[in-house]
């Protein structure tokens, strides 16, 4: 990776390089983006006046996550967003079906655009009860306003969700998505139910019933979630791209 920066500052006028773990030297670089919640806790060496465009204020969302007005927190939990990404190598949206599948709650369930035939096969067994619903090439911004409640797994979708305010629980299928994951558990503004490897029906249900029943707790979630997210994050990149050429 250092010498690939290195080429690149060689050819071009100016390097901007999008990250998410600070794993490398970036002293060839002129910009580092890193959109994610934890991003100040990363040691990023700012020498040689290098531009550092860290946290929630520099989220790349889709246009249709901007401007979102506060979302509407009802009383009781009635739907809840199951998404796992664009794809499941975990089979972790088979394993949340088999948890929750008797539960009084309607589900609302992403198949993710890279999920293979043999998995969707395994999936929409699920179809014939009625409190199980299956969305492929889902609206997700129209899924998330509709839904009271997400188990999500803990990539960007994540800031999607808080940009809309769903009260949420993070499942960590990645190691990228580990520490931005304990972050927003500590903030206490979406509960990580930790690697998807060491998850049990009985945490899902603990987790799930314990913010249905906290209309509070839903309630100052989904303001601190969208005070975070405003998805004006690709704006400011652009002017600071601006600002720097």
């Known amino acids: ?96 079906l088999y948890y929750l599948k008797q539960e009084n709650y309607n589900f609302h369930v992403v198949v993710g655009s890279s999920f293979d035939d043999i998995y969707v096969e395994k999936l929409k067994t699920y179809e014939e009860l009625k409190n199980i619903n299956f969305y492929y090439n889902a609206n997700m911004k129209e899924l998330m306003k509709k839904c009271d409640a997400c188990i999500s797994a803990a990539g960007s979708t994540l800031y999607e969700l808080c940009s809309v305010g769903v009260p949420s629980l993070s499942i960590t299928v990645a190691e990228n998505q580990s520490k931005a994951a304990e972050k927003f558990d500590a903030l206490k503004i979406i509960k990580n139910l930790g690697w998807h490897n060491e998850l049990t029906r009985e945490k899902v249900l603990e987790e799930i019933n314990s913010l249905s029943n906290d209309y509070n707790r839903r309630k100052n979630v989904s303001m601190t979630s969208q005070s975070i997210i405003d998805g004006m994050g690709t704006q400011r990149i652009v002017e600071k791209i601006l600002d720097m050429v």
């Open 1 to 96: 990776m250092k010498n690939i920066l290195k080429k690149t500052s060689e050819m071009f006028h100016k390097t901007i390089y999008i990250d998410d773990m600070c794993l490398y030297d970036f002293k060839d670089v002129d910009m580092i983006i890193n959109q994610n919640i934890n991003a100040d806790n990363l040691k990023y060496d700012a020498a040689g006046n290098k531009s550092l465009l860290l946290g929630c204020r520099y989220v790349m969302l889709r246009d249709e996550f901007k401007d979102l007005g506060a979302k509407i927190i009802r009383r009781k939990v009635r739907d809840v967003m199951i998404t796992t990404g664009g794809a499941d190598p975990f089979l972790l949206t088979l394993k949340l």
